[in-house]
């Protein structure tokens, strides 16, 4: 069965300091990474996806991914309050898969 | 960019009844979209693929009499559950793949169904 394992959280961060999400993948086949924020009682927004092995950086944010050690992870520089919310890592599949499997999500809180 | 709306935001109804839920791409065909259903504090856990002019899949688990899935044009998919039960209430969100061959999703702002 595949899996996206995330830490749940609280994590809390100072504002400003720079914080750091992980997130493990039990299906080595898998080709596609997201993160998405998910805030109280909503839907989730697309953040950033990467597909290949390094960084990938977009404004405050920087994805990394190692497929060798099924290992993704999302930076966030300069947080803000605004930035508190729940962060889903998503991953699909090779070989034709569709949907996404997400995580259960880490609850990041940005303290003023 | 890309939109996709999702009616009704939210619903309470009585124990054996009906629920439908329409999800659409406003601006864009999307001939895949995605149901999945969240419970408080848990993940997304997909529940099915729907596929336009032909039959949803559906994931291990997820009972397809009961979550009956319509997807009748390029722009519209509806998810109906069928004699809701108390342990359906959860937030259920729709999404879509945006173009052809991408891999990200646009998630509609989700229906919270509640039945008592």
């Known amino acids: 069965q595949k899996e996206v394992e995330q830490n749940s959280g609280p994590l809390s961060v100072p504002e400003g300091a720079i914080a750091s999400l992980n997130c493990t993948y039990s299906?080595?086949?898998?080709?596609?990474f997201f993160w998405y924020r998910q805030y109280s009682g909503k839907s989730p927004e697309l953040i950033m996806f990467i597909y290949s092995n390094g960084d990938k950086e977009d404004g405050r944010f920087t994805a990394q991914l190692n497929k060798a050690s099924q290992y993704v992870s999302l930076l966030i520089r300069d947080p803000q309050p605004s930035d508190s919310a729940t962060y889903l890592c998503?991953?699909?599949?090779?070989?034709?898969?569709?949907?996404?499997?997400f995580g259960k999500g880490t609850h990041l809180i940005i303290q003023p | 960019g890309a939109v996709v709306s999702q009616h009704p935001s939210w619903v309470i109804c009585k124990s054996g009844t009906s629920v439908k839920i329409e999800c659409r791409s406003l601006?864009?065909?999307?001939?895949?979209m995605f149901w999945y259903r969240q419970f408080p504090k848990q993940s997304l856990m997909l529940m099915a693929t729907?596929?336009?002019?032909?039959?949803?899949?559906?994931e291990q688990g997820v009972e397809k009499d009961k979550f009956l899935i319509n997807h009748a044009s390029l722009t519209l998919s509806t998810l109906t559950v069928t004699s809701a039960h108390p342990e359906d209430s959860s937030f259920y969100i729709c999404s879509a793949r945006v173009g052809q061959g991408t891999n990200v999703l646009t998630f509609g702002a989700g229906s919270r169904l509640t039945v008592l």
């Open positions: 729907s596929n336009e002019g032909s039959k949803a899949t559906y």
């Open positions: 998503a991953v699909r599949a090779g070989g034709g898969a569709d949907g996404l499997t």
């Open positions: 299906d080595r086949g898998s080709q596609s």
């Open positions: 601006d864009f065909q999307a001939t895949t």
